[in-house]
Structures are given as C-alpha cells and as structure tokens.
C-alpha cells in the first residue's frame, strides 16, 4: 500500500496529495486524478494507496475547492487546465501523462489535453458531464449564488454551485475543440447515472472523431464510480496505459 503525503505546487496555491516518492523526482508516467464539482483530491485516496506499480498518481484539489486556493470559484475550464498544468511538467523525464476526470473534471482534463497535447498520452473519462443540453438547473441554485444567501453556503458549496451555473456556455464553447483531441480516450459511464446521464457518451462518441475511444458501459451503475466501482476505475485507468503504450 502506498504511503499518500500533500504537496503545494506553482505559485498559485494548488494542493495535491501524491503516491509513493516525491513526484518531482519519481520518473514514472504520472496519472492525474480530477475530481467534479463539488469534491476535493481526498475522493481519490484509495486509487492513491492501491494504484499500480510504475505510475505516479497525484490527486489535486481544483482550484476554488479543498486546500487550494483561491477562496472562490475559479470559473472557466481553460483557467481550472491553467492551474493544473503545471502538474504536467513536474519532472522533465517523466512520458506524457494519463489524466482522469470525474463528472466535472472531465471537461476540466479535456481542455487539459487540448491546451497540452505533447503531455497528454491518454484520457480516462469517467461518469463525465460533457453535453450541455443534458445539464438542468434547480431554480433554487440562482437564488443561492445571490447574497446573502451564498455567504451562508460552506466554501465547497458555493463555489460548486457558481461553477455549474456557469457550465452550459463553457461546454458550448468546448465542444467544437474536441475534434482535436487525438489521443487515446477511455469512457467509463454507469446506464443509470441521473447526475450526468448515459446520453454523454453518445455526444462524447460524435464529437471525438480523431481520437481512439472506448467505451465501457456500466450497466446499473450510477454516478459516483470512483467509490462504487474502483476496481472498474482502475481497469479503465490500466487500459489507458495500455493504448498510449502501444
């Protein structure tokens, strides 16, 4: 079992935790691991401590969210990909890296990998939330974003709710760049997931025309894979190394 210890990276405040040796020296293919909205790196503490030999698995907190700062919400996916890319180039030795995604952080890993292709070897997507005719609002969630009711929401909350309101439009305008993701990409979605429903993949199916998909339905599966459903989390994430070693 692996050892997990946090780290402070860039000079924006991201907080990570990280398997085994220090990643900067360690140099082994990294597996970036992204939570959704709202989460925090701890959601990924078990992929950590049982992930594979020969990888190195660090889990940030997106920025707005668990130890990284800011404060409040950091909106737009290119500016969360900004502040993740440093993770990217920890050590020069080290090949291109896997990134996984879940719900939310799937977006996140795919503008990743669009704004750096020649470090992204492959992209493991799981339960993600990707076509913006699928995302529904609770007209409760308007009034919360609106003081003083949002200051009454703990910071995880209300930062999550800032970003989903704000995701329809940043998944309009990412969704014309997808046909320029070109590495392999690994799809791990539950048929009875209502947070972000089966109907992504379909979307994810017809935007990724040059990039190498598979599919892996869940059947029954919801939304929360990555504690439902690890070893199938881990299988995916093993199949992405396979296809970008290849």
């Not at 990888?55 to 907190?61: G, I, K, N, T």
């Not at 080290?94 to 070897?121: E, F, K, T, W």
């Not at 800032?162 to 990409?185: K, Q, S």
């Not at 992504?200 to 040059?210: D, E, M, P, Q, S």
């Amino acid at each position: 079992m692996n050892h997990v210890h946090r780290l402070t990276v860039g000079g924006h405040g991201l907080s990570l935790l990280a398997a085994g040796p220090d990643p900067v020296e360690q140099a082994a293919r990294p597996v970036i691991l992204v939570h959704g909205t709202p989460g925090s790196a701890g959601g990924w503490r078990w992929f950590l401590r049982h992930g594979p030999e020969g990888l190195s698995l660090l889990a940030p907190d997106r920025p707005g969210f668990g130890h990284s700062a800011p404060k409040e919400a950091l909106i737009g996916l290119k500016a969360q990909a900004g502040r993740l890319a440093p993770l990217l180039s920890l050590n020069p030795a080290n090949p291109p890296a896997i990134l996984v995604g879940h719900s939310m952080g799937g977006p996140v890993v795919a503008r990743l990998a669009l704004d750096q292709p020649h470090r992204v070897a492959a992209l493991v997507l799981v339960a993600t939330s990707f076509d913006p005719d699928l995302e529904h609002l609770h007209p409760l969630q308007s009034w919360a974003d609106r003081e003083p009711w949002r200051r009454l929401l703990p910071r995880s909350l209300r930062n999550a709710n800032r970003e989903l309101l704000t995701i329809v439009p940043e998944l309009r305008a990412l969704a014309g760049d997808l046909t320029h993701i070109h590495c392999p990409v690994v799809i791990l979605h539950g048929t009875a997931d209502r947070e972000s429903p089966y109907g992504n993949v379909a979307y994810l199916k017809r935007h990724l025309t040059n990039a190498t998909v598979e599919v892996r339905p869940l059947d029954g599966a919801g939304h929360f894979l990555p504690w439902t459903r690890r070893r199938d989390v881990m299988a995916a994430m093993e199949r992405a190394r396979a296809l970008c070693s290849a």
